[in-house]
């Protein structure tokens, strides 16, 4: 079936630093992918998502490329902020009567001052 | 438009207990669904509707119920609690269930079974 690998967490970084958040996914067809943040607390946000290959999402500073070829959909940010603190989670989803969320396990970031 | 609602926001039940946990959502969203999430396992789909008088089992439906009798609102049904179904339980809705649209989700609910 259909899945989702995300790299293991805890991430921690310097306020500035560059992220990445690696996600590969096994999927038939040609699924949308997501990335949704969740900060401490509080339910899930849409981030960016991307809904075709070679499409780019982004928002507040954050992008990922949707890579059939690779079959990836990393997660990249130049600088971040301690106020990027939180969890990351990559998603993808099919339509029609599959048209359910299928997510990665997560992963913490921590941003340093 | 206060998106995706659920209460109670935290709750604590003995074993064998029953309880409904609420959600609402206020969009006129067709798609509604309930996740679980618990650490290390990301979200994990529990049921789902995508409309009203509709409902479907997701990968972990064993000890839940749902019914969709309105659009607006997706109830989750706990009809004897154990403590395996500690979790934060999270409603999510979107449009409809079209591969490219959106799912919003709600702000969560903590349950502990004891």
């Known amino acids: 079936g259909d899945s989702v690998t995300q790299m293991e967490g805890p991430v921690t970084l310097s306020e500035e630093a560059f992220l990445t958040i690696n996600c590969t996914y096994t999927?038939?067809?040609?699924?949308?992918l997501f990335w949704y943040v969740q900060y401490p607390g509080e339910g899930l946000q849409l981030l960016l998502k991307a809904t075709k290959a070679d499409d780019k999402g982004s928002n507040k500073g954050f992008e990922a490329t949707y890579r059939k070829e690779t079959t990836s959909f990393h997660l990249e940010k130049g600088s971040v902020q301690v106020s990027d603190s939180a969890v990351y989670f990559c998603?993808?989803?099919?339509?029609?009567?599959?048209?359910?969320?299928?997510f990665g396990k997560g992963t913490k970031l921590s941003v340093k001052p | 438009n206060a998106g995706v609602t659920q209460t109670p926001k935290f709750q604590v039940l003995k074993t064998g207990q029953s309880m409904t946990l609420q959600c609402a959502q206020d969009m006129n969203h067709e798609y509604m669904s309930w996740y679980r999430q618990d650490p290390g396992m990301g979200l994990r789909l529990i049921h789902y509707s995508v409309g009203a008088g509709i409902t479907d089992q997701g990968e972990v439906p064993n000890g839940y119920n749902v019914s969709r009798s309105t659009t607006e609102d997706f109830p989750l049904r706990l009809l004897s609690a154990a403590p395996s179904q500690t979790s934060v339980y999270f409603c999510a809705s979107s449009y409809q269930a079209g591969s490219t649209d959106t799912q919003y989700f709600g702000p969560g609910t903590r349950l502990t079974v004891l």
């Open positions: 999927a038939t067809g040609y699924p949308s």
């Open positions: 998603a993808l989803k099919h339509g029609g009567s599959q048209g359910n969320l299928i």
